[in-house]
Structure formats: C-alpha cells, structure tokens
Nanobody, 118 residues
Framework: QVQLVESGGGLVQAGGSLRLSCVAS????????MAWYRQAPGKERELVAG???????NYADSVKGRFTISRDNGKNTVYLQMNSLKPEDTAVYYC????????????WGQGTQVTVSS
C-alpha cells in the first residue's frame, strides 16, 4: 500500500523558513514525478512546486525564488524548502506522487499545516 507522509509544517513568522519532508513507502518513486500542492481556507488547491522523474523542477509564480523542491531517491523522500515565507503562504501543504515520470498526482499525503504569522 502506497503511503506519503508529510512532516515539517508549523507556525513561523513572516520572513522565516521551513522545510517540508515527504517520505514515500509501499513503492519506489525514484522515477515518478512528485509535487507539493497547497490549499488555503476558502481557496482552491493549487500546485506549489513539482519535480519530474528526471529531476526537472517547476514552480508556481508566487513561490519562484523563495521555494526549492528537491528529492533524495535513496530515501524515497521529497523536500520543499520554503524561505522568505509570507502570510499568504499559510495553507495545508500536500505531497503527491504521479504514476510515471510526468503526469498528474495519483497519490496524496494527508497534508501538513503551515501557518505564517505577520
């Protein structure tokens, strides 16, 4: 059974940093696209950052230059380093895994709350 488990969320002041981790189990995702989505209260879920099986990253315009997605295939883990956090980054952040090198999410984690205070 595939599981994605996020950690690293919390409360931080504006301008601060957090690093989210997502550990995958039940399968190897070393060749799968992985991504982070977020959903703020009253808003639709949105893609924050993704990384293909070939390690090509992409970012939402709102986080470019502040967030960095990376992966450690040996640990079956994907990370999201978040710097210069803003109150508008407050949301539940979800880790996802696609079924292949590229493509939409097939698996979702349970989410981790990130709250940025002003």
């Amino acid at each position: 059974q595939v599981q994605l488990v996020e950690s690293g969320g919390g409360l931080v002041q504006a301008g601060g940093s957090l690093r989210l981790s997502c550990v995958a189990s039940g399968s190897s995702f070393s060749r799968n696209a992985m991504a982070w989505y977020r959903q703020a209260p009253g808003k639709e879920r949105e893609l924050v950052a993704g990384i293909t099986g070939g390690n090509s990253p992409n970012y939402a315009d709102s986080v470019k230059g502040r967030f960095t997605i990376s992966r450690d295939n040996g640990k079956n883990t994907v990370y999201l380093q978040m710097n210069s956090l803003k109150p508008e980054d407050t949301a539940v952040y979800y880790c996802t895994a696609a079924a292949w090198v590229v493509g939409p999410p097939r698996y979702w984690g349970q989410g981790t709350q990130v709250t940025v205070s002003s």
